[in-house]
DNA sequence: AGATATTTGTTCGTATGTATT
DNA sequence: TAATACATACGAACAAATATC
């Protein structure tokens, strides 16, 4: 049955319960991104805890991405909003210890990917829309590069599309996938230069832009789910365990 | 453009390199839930720093779920599969200054649902659909409780559902809707007790667990498909952000 | 550019609590 | 019950970073 009271007596500590306090304090205090949390000191006082245990319940936000800490004058924690990399690193440690299949990944991209593209429909600017061409062309095979420098750029390309959407779950799960294929699927992907598909699939991501310019959701949904199904086909083949991570890996950029 | 090393680059505190070095340790080693980690005072010799540090750095670990420290001899820290609430405690934080609305949450329900709905078949033992059906006729209106406690009662059945998913990410991302929904929307939800409403909700439940029953994959699919039509249509009135949230509540339970 | 004040970061010593044997 | 091995908490001192004058 749900119990999320296993979850909450888990937190027995003095810097755990600290750390809730300070959320709720944020709460009440409706406090904002760039917000500055009191001083060390300061925290120390309101919550009678020592240095050391005000320092471990920080440091509970900072790991979940909530504060930033700086040194200094003028230094101490300032509020953000979590960047999505930390989202990442946590779900990526809760996906270690259980096994997922490249088949599960691409079902899931199959459905949400289309409501993806539809939900950009008169959310994105001339502008956007002419950097996602670019993107888009980039991973054409005329293009150069060898052939997992191009399944990076079109999974930059599905990036591009999530960080757009104007929903955060949505987006949130779309790159959670993107990254999930590229860090743990991508490097067992057997090297099937395949260049009809990649023909194909720079097609589509053409096709889907124009679509999201003319404003046809109907169309570019269509276009996706179509995407999906040719990618899906290919990955198919390999139906393995992805491989594992738990730390981050800074190649992401190109 | 995708740029990991700033988030990388954030990792300047001793503490934090250090709880990478320990995430590598356990992936070089090779370590499962239930093996321990060396001791603090090894620890400290490893990766030669003090005992503060230390204990920053296996507080990280602990923040994400990773590991779950115990006193007393034959104590220590203990590798454990990230539990659920610990991946929804971090999506909550990346969740509070980004703006939901009602209609994405279900607009993501409707499509992730049905896949959920249809992973199950023969996937699920008799005592388990025994109990999904228990579960599904205790939100009948003639059950008693009030309206609130039915909510929460059909919340928990989908809960179940996704928990029996054999897709680690699809179940992740169901339970995370439910939680949303339960935490952030029916608070607000107008109490508008439509009778006929939960009479078919009821039944559109008992007819998804005869079909997974029954192993027919495409029949499950379209009772969902439909029951989230059903329910969308409902909330949607609601179009509002929703409530926000940083530390779970302990209600889950009933 | 350099000194200084302010704030976090790190270390140590010690005392306490807690679970095993 | 007592001895133990370990984590937890506190306080003080010092180190490092950084904004400001």
Redesign the interface.
């Known amino acids: 049955?749900?119990?999320?009271?296993d979850?909450?007596r888990?937190k027995v500590k003095r810097?755990d319960l600290i750390a809730?306090q300070i959320?709720?304090w944020?709460?009440k205090n409706d406090k904002?991104?760039g917000d500055r949390l009191p001083r060390e000191h300061e925290l120390m006082a309101l919550f009678a805890a020592s240095k050391?245990t005000i320092?471990?319940a920080l440091?509970?936000l900072e790991?979940?991405?909530?504060i930033?800490i700086t040194t200094g004058p003028a230094g101490g924690a300032v509020l953000m909003?979590?960047?999505?990399?930390?989202?990442l690193?946590?779900?990526y440690?809760?996906?270690?210890?259980?096994?997922?299949s490249t088949g599960?990944?691409y079902?899931?991209r199959k459905?949400?990917e289309p409501?993806l593209a539809a939900s950009l429909v008169n959310r994105v600017s001339e502008d956007e829309i002419e950097e996602l061409l670019v993107l888009a062309k980039r991973s054409h095979p005329d293009e150069g590069g060898d052939w997992e420098a191009r399944r990076n750029i079109e999974l930059?390309f599905h990036?591009r599309l999530a960080e757009l959407c104007p929903?955060?779950?949505?987006g949130?799960?779309c790159r959670?996938?993107n990254d999930?294929l590229r860090s743990m699927v991508l490097p067992k992907y057997a090297r099937s230069h395949n260049v009809d598909l990649e023909e194909t699939i720079t097609d589509s991501h053409v096709a889907l832009v124009r679509a999201i310019q003319r404003a046809d959701a109907k169309k570019a949904r269509k276009i996706m789910a179509e995407h999906m199904s040719d990618v899906q086909h290919h990955g198919h083949a390999l139906e393995t365990p992805v491989k594992?991570?738990?730390?981050?890996?800074?190649?992401?950029?190109f």
């Open positions: 049955m749900i119990n999320m009271t979850a909450v888990r810097s809730d959320k709720d944020i709460v904002k991104p050391g320092r471990e440091k509970v790991v979940h991405g909530l930033r909003a979590v960047p999505y990399e930390q989202c690193e946590s779900v440690s809760y996906l270690y210890f259980r096994e997922i599960q990944v079902a899931l459905v949400l409501e930059a990036d929903s955060p779950l949505l949130m799960m959670l996938l999930v594992r991570n738990l730390t981050l890996q800074p190649n992401h950029t």
